[in-house]
């Protein structure tokens, strides 16, 4: 038995939710838009490349499952009911929330949106990570990049957790669940003020700034300049002076330029302009040092493959 048709007299608001009762075809509303954009079956069933009848009956059967009249029809037409206006009008914005779902799966799938959270031993600008990051978000504007500094301890915990999808640290890296690659080199060099007796010099070597007090970040890649500095003093000279400052990069530059300290640093590192503070070359370094990135092999995301491949290009 058929239900009765609502009347339009009710001017009842027809929500998409009294669609869930049911299963519609998509291709009954698709229809619906049409000819409510057209007021004609015939001009929509020609737009829509189907026959007319074919539109009718659909709407039709539209119109009894639902309980309402839809369209007023006549000889010279079609027009919209107060309640079939309602109706159009949610459609309308339904359909557009479902294009823009559908837009945004299809490139997520493509690596075109969605987010990349990045785990960062330091960040200052004209690095190889900064004009990385530049880079990709040029590439790929549709893709936030959500960038975090951290040490390379904290930096596996967190892409372990699925926190980061991926964090590029200094050192190479063998963990066993998860992969590791080395992305570039650089070259070490120590940065002192520019009223230090060693500042007009074209380079140092190790011994040479042994018995200077070393600041280093608490984060970063602290730790690892101390580990550095230990192993480049063992069995040469007495571990110098390390003093720990919980601190950004910027900060630990002003330390230095004010005489209080000097400290390792990447060449990479040294290209943003630091008033008082010159940067010489380690000559007697004995290789350079590499930076990698570390990501779960359990991450797909398009997104993070793009990343590594234009990290493969930059470098």
């Known amino acids: 038995m058929r239900r009765r048709k609502r009347s339009n007299d009710d001017r009842e608001d027809i929500t998409l939710s009294s669609l869930r009762g049911g299963r519609f075809p998509m291709a009954s509303l698709i229809q619906t838009l049409a000819v409510a954009e057209y007021l004609s079956f015939q001009r929509a069933a020609l737009a829509l ?24 029809r006549n000889t010279r037409g079609v027009r919209l009911t107060e309640a079939g206006r309602r109706f159009v009008d949610q459609l309308n914005d339904a359909m557009g929330i ?17 987010e990349l959270r990045i785990g960062v031993h330091a960040l200052t600008a004209g690095c190889f990570l900064d ?11 549709g893709v936030r990049l959500n960038v975090t500094e951290s040490t390379a301890r904290d930096a596996q915990f967190m892409v372990r957790e699925g926190r980061l999808d991926i964090a590029f640290m200094a050192c190479t890296h063998e963990i066993a669940d998860l992969n590791s690659r080395v992305i570039w080199r650089d070259r ?6 520019v009223k230090h007796p060693l500042a007009a010099s074209q380079e140092v070597e190790w011994r040479g700034i042994a018995e200077e007090t070393f600041l280093i970040r608490s984060g970063g890649t602290g730790p690892q300049i101390h580990d550095l500095i230990v192993l480049r003093s063992a069995g040469k000279w007495p571990v ?22 000097i400290s390792i640093f990447v060449q ?13 070359q380690i000559c007697d370094e004995p290789e350079t040092i590499p930076f990698s990135a570390v990501w779960s092999p359990a991450n797909r995301d398009p997104a993070l493959i793009k990343l590594l491949a234009l990290a493969n290009d930059l470098r």
């Not at 004009?131 to 504007?141: A, D, G, I, N």
């Not at 110098?240 to 300290?261: C, F, K, N, W, Y």
């Not at 990479?268 to 010489?280: E, P, Q, R, S």
């Open 268 to 280: 990479d590192m040294t290209g943003a302009t630091t008033a008082n503070v010159v940067f010489l």
């Open 131 to 141: 004009r990385l990051l530049q880079r990709f978000h040029t590439e790929h504007p």
């Open 98 to 114: 479902l294009d823009r779902a559908i837009k945004t799966a299809g490139m997520q799938a493509r690596g075109e949106d969605g």
């Open 240 to 261: 110098p002076t390390i003093l720990r400052h919980d601190v950004g990069h910027e900060a630990l530059m002003s330390l230095i330029a004010v005489g209080q300290g």
């Open 188 to 193: 070490l060099m120590v940065g002192l003020s």
């Open 49 to 72: 490349g189907t026959s007319q009848s074919s539109v009718s009956a659909r709407i039709r059967a539209l119109e009894e499952d639902l309980g309402i009249m839809l369209f007023y």
